[in-house]
């Protein structure tokens, strides 16, 4: 059964840094793997959709990785701002096909201080 | 790209009554639809996976007699949550699968009173 974990929980930084965020998942048969956004009380935001055969995509100051191997993935946010505070998911289908349901991770609560 | 539309966005309404959610893919056609629910702070849980033309299939611990959902047509879904409870008030969100990916509508916000 597959399973997605995203650390840490919950991060706060200064304005101007550098980070990233992590997600593993334990079955390393994945069709794709989704990096979302989600402001408070809003719905889903797709930053980036990284295929089975893919490594990374990269989408302005936002990069995101893709090890199947080793069952994790990271998206990585350059020069970090304070409307990237969000909460940011990770997913991955739970099945070989993108009409499998998806499961997600638990998300990594970003706070960016000014 | 592919849209997926929810109707309504937010809902209050007291407890006891029975509230309808709609699901539509705006641009394509799905035989699969799925609902979510999102508890405040935490992530998103598949509730059931809605098939067109056939009966929906439930995640475990979800009450299909409680969270009616009828696939009609090949771009709408509805989840009916019956007899709602303030327990019930969640953020509900539908997604549909295209060909290289799932889209997700944004959401509707269910409140009991």
């Known amino acids: 059964k597959q399973e997605v974990t995203q650390i840490p929980a919950a991060l706060s930084v200064p304005e101007g840094e550098n980070l990233v965020l992590n997600c593993s998942f334990t079955?390393?048969?994945?069709?794709?793997l989704q990096w979302f956004r989600q402001d408070p009380g809003k719905g889903l935001t797709s930053l980036l959709l990284?295929?089975?055969?893919?490594r990374e995509q990269t989408s302005g100051r936002l990069n995101a990785s893709l090890d199947k191997s080793s069952g994790r993935s990271t998206l990585y946010i350059a020069a970090s701002q304070p409307g990237d505070s969000a909460t940011y998911l990770c997913?991955?289908?739970?099945?070989?096909?993108?009409?499998?349901?998806?499961?997600f991770g638990s998300g990594t609560r970003l706070s960016i201080r000014p | 790209g592919a849209v997926v539309s929810q109707h309504p966005s937010r809902v209050i309404c007291k407890s006891g009554t029975s509230v309808k959610i709609e699901c539509r893919s705006l641009?394509?056609?799905?035989?699969?639809m799925f609902w979510y629910r999102q508890f405040p702070k935490q992530s998103l849980m598949l509730m059931a996976t809605?098939?067109?033309?056939?009966?929906?299939?439930?995640e475990q611990g979800v009450e299909k007699d409680k969270f009616l959902i009828n696939h009609a047509s090949l771009t709408l879904s509805t989840l009916t949550v019956t007899s709602a409870h303030p327990e019930d008030s969640s953020f509900y969100i539908c997604?549909?699968?295209?060909?290289?990916?799932?889209?997700f509508g944004p959401g509707t916000r269910l409140t009991v009173l």
């Open positions: 997913a991955v289908p739970s099945g070989y096909s993108s009409a499998s349901k998806i499961i």
């Open positions: 079955d390393s048969a994945i069709y794709n």
């Open positions: 997604s549909a699968p295209s060909t290289d990916t799932q889209y």
């Open positions: 990284i295929q089975s055969s893919q």
């Open positions: 809605s098939n067109e033309g056939s009966k929906a299939t439930y």
């Open positions: 641009d394509f056609q799905a035989t699969t």
